[in-house]
T-cell receptor, first 111, second 116 residues
Framework: QKEVEQDPGPLSVPEGAIVSLNCTYS??????FMWYRQYSRKGPELLMY????GNKEDGRFTAQVDKSSKYISLFIRDSQPSDSATYLC???????????FGTGTSLTVIP | DTEVTQTPKHLVMGMTNKKSLKCEQH?????MYWYKQKAKKPPELMFVYSYEKLSINESVPSRFSPECPNSSLLNLHLHALQPEDSALYLC???????????????FGSGTQLSVL
């Protein structure tokens, strides 16, 4: 079993839709949870960061962490064509200098 | 400033060439990473430096040689690469300090490497 599971999609939505992206994980030691946006042939850009459980909101983006279910989500409201990218979840424990990535979900927002 | 700077952005090299990738950060981070990423795959860890010492080597072939000259700089020396080594090479950094060492990971924009 992989440490982090993420539905690879692809996901295609109309402009203005609400997008939900999800990851599950198996390691209860994970405490830091990140979402990255990656455009083709570019480095991943840190979009959202959450420590432990809870919600975090930044503009059109909301990140949720449910440690009891080992499940994290990223919601994108009022999706725009510029949101078309691959979204990677990542997580880490307190020690070890290791980050564990999902496989990425490819999102296309159609104008 | 949350920037990790990588040069060059693109590199084409033959199998007998020697080249180097460079990475720089000025966030005071003490952990620096090299990742390799193939198309439609997540980043794959190659090396980790913690406080300028190599702490993780994920069984990477010796044709890849990392170097950390100081706390802000990270190099990846390339020699006798194979066509299958063509990929996006990403540098990243995180705090690495005893308080919240793995809080966030910041990536550079990457070097797109093609080996002919």
């Amino acid at each position: 079993q992989k440490e982090v599971e993420q539905d690879p999609g692809p996901l295609s939505v109309p402009e203005g839709a609400i997008v939900s992206l999800n990851c599950t994980y198996s390691n209860s030691a994970f405490q830091y949870f990140m979402w990255y946006r990656q455009y083709s042939r570019k480095g991943p850009e840190l979009l959202m960061y959450t420590y432990s459980s809870g919600n975090k909101e930044d503009g059109r983006f909301t990140a949720q962490v449910d440690k009891s279910s080992k499940y994290i989500s990223l919601f994108i409201r009022d999706s725009q064509p510029s949101d078309s990218a691959t979204y990677l979840c990542a997580m880490s424990a307190v020690t070890g200098n290791q980050f564990y990535f999902g496989t990425g979900t490819s999102l296309t927002v159609i104008p | 400033d949350t920037e990790v700077t990588q040069t060059p952005k693109h590199l084409v090299m033959g199998m007998t060439n020697k080249k180097s990738l460079k990475c720089e950060q000025h966030m005071g981070h003490r952990a620096m990473y090299w990742y390799k990423q193939k198309a439609k795959k997540p980043p794959e860890l190659m090396f980790v430096y913690s406080y300028e010492k190599l702490s993780i080597n994920e069984s990477v072939p010796s044709r890849f040689s990392p170097e950390c000259p100081n706390s802000s700089l990270l190099n990846l020396h390339l020699h006798a690469l194979q066509p299958e080594d063509s990929a996006l090479y990403l540098c990243a950094s995180s705090s690495g300090r005893s308080a919240n060492p793995n809080e966030k990971l910041f990536f550079g924009s990457g070097t797109q490497l093609s080996v002919l």
